[in-house]
T-cell receptor
């Protein structure tokens, strides 16, 4: 069964450093998303991406964040200058775009900012 | 008022028990409804979509009441492997962002 994959599984970085989280959505899916979950809290929407542009973003997704689909398979989330409060699990999700709104999630990247 | 509200639990039930979870949502424009399951430190996994007519998948039954903005999940004959956090999730339209509840933790014991 096709799956969303994410790398790395765990990233440790120092405050102020840039990080890039990588995702490979399910092939032939058209919509892509990033969510985050701070430890002990609910899953929160960050951004959605369709047709090579951002379709929606949350208040969390400020100028420090950017997304890119550099080729036909990867979908990346970049945090330019990490803060302690960016420590969280970051989940990528994808949606076929035809028939149903069920989003499928990757295993997540645990980001730890020290 | 929270966008999606759930009782955090935990619900501790013996194997074989029937357990029900409830959820309310505040956005009347919501159009898609789901239950996801999340194991500790893992990704949310889709359990089932929820339709106005109600739907069943094996031991799991989901119901939606649009008038009351209320969603439920019933698990019959609980198994140890059902132990997880159950997330009530709502979307506003086609391919829209998902809004998650905080989840209800279920612990099934021998």
């Amino acid at each position: 069964e096709p799956e969303v994959t994410q790398t790395p599984s765990h990233q440790v970085t120092q405050m102020g450093q840039e990080v890039i989280l990588r995702c490979v959505p399910i092939s032939n899916h058209l919509y892509f998303y990033w969510y985050r979950q701070i430890l002990g809290q609910k899953v929160e929407f960050l951004v959605s991406f369709y047709n090579n542009e951002i379709s929606e973003k949350s208040e969390i997704f400020d100028d420090q964040f950017s997304v890119e689909r550099p080729d036909g398979s990867n979908f990346t989330l970049k945090i330019r200058s990490t803060k302690l409060e960016d420590s969280a699990m970051y989940f990528c999700a994808s949606l076929p775009g035809t028939g149903g709104n069920e989003q499928y999630f990757g295993p997540g990247t645990r980001l730890t900012v020290t | 008022r929270k966008e999606v509200e759930q009782d955090p639990g935990p619900f501790n039930v013996p194997e074989g028990a029937t357990v029900a979870f409830n959820c309310t949502y505040s956005n009347s424009a919501s159009q898609s409804f789901f239950w996801y399951r999340q194991d500790c430190r893992k990704e949310p996994k889709l359990l089932m979509s929820v339709y106005s007519s109600g739907n069943e998948d094996g031991r799991f039954t989901a119901q939606l009441n649009r008038a009351s903005q209320y969603i439920s999940l019933l698990i019959r004959d609980s198994k140890l492997s059902d132990s997880a956090t159950y997330l009530c999730v709502v979307g506003t339209g086609t391919a829209s962002k998902l809004t998650f509840g905080t989840g209800t933790r279920l612990q099934v014991t021998l």
